[in-house]
């Protein structure tokens, strides 16, 4: 399933803008890789503790331990991610007072994936070509490949955040499965290309 073609691209310019504004002359403390950014940051202890917790908790669902390979499975999927979605949520909640700390928005890029995952996901069944339950039926195979390859790269995608967020905690991510973890590289072509990136690479080419 590693080698599926992602079917949409995250659109994550508005928080890699934002994530491109931390960007200084630091060079000590945690270094967070995302998506066309990365920087340092010397984390608080609040933003440890729930770093840690968050850590723990997700490396347990089931949705990043397992692939799903029937329609029960998909609907547990969903559901657990939606479970992930609620938790995330309450986390940035606990840190209210840090909105402009890196875990709140490394919290953010987990969120926005899962929200727009869950948007392509509903579209798929809703389309008129599609006049079904694709969670319950999934008779098209087309709604179905594109359903498992969209899963595949929200896992990866919430993996490598996760990796980020166990940077913050200073700590390792537990009890996933060899076979379902991933590197620290980020798969570009699942992302819509920020602006300043693209302009980069056509300074390049016209240098």
């Known amino acids: 399933m590693r080698n599926l073609k992602p079917p949409f691209q995250f659109d994550l310019r508005g928080l890699v803008a934002r994530a ?4 200084d002359d630091r060079v000590s403390g945690v270094s967070i890789n995302l998506p066309f950014v990365s920087f340092s940051v010397t984390p608080e202890t ?8 968050i850590v723990i908790r997700l490396a347990d669902r089931r949705v990043l331990n ?4 029937c329609d029960d499975c998909i609907d547990r999927a969903l559901e657990s991610l939606q479970k992930i979605r609620s938790f995330l949520v309450d986390k940035q909640v606990q840190l209210s007072k840090l909105t402009d700390g890196s875990l709140y928005l490394v919290i953010e890029f987990m ?26 039926s999934f008779r098209c195979q087309r709604s179905r490949e594109q359903y498992f390859a969209a899963l595949e790269m929200l896992r990866a995608h919430l993996h490598r955040c996760l990796l980020q967020v166990a940077s913050i905690a200073d700590t ?11 590197d620290h590289n980020w798969q570009i072509e699942a992302y819509a290309k920020p602006t300043f990136e ?9 240098s």
Request: aromatic fraction near 12%; include cysteine; charge should be positive.
């Open 111 to 136: 969120l926005e994936a899962i929200r727009q995952f869950f948007t392509f996901e509903e579209r798929l069944h809703t389309k008129k070509e599609f006049p079904f339950d694709m969670r319950r």
């Open 66 to 69: 397992a692939f799903e390979c």
């Open 172 to 182: 390792r991510i537990p009890k996933i499965s060899a076979h379902m973890r991933y």
């Open 20 to 23: 491109r504004t931390r960007i």
């Open 198 to 206: 693209a302009e980069s690479s056509n300074e390049a080419k016209g």
């Open 46 to 53: 609040t933003e440890r503790q729930v770093a840690k917790e």
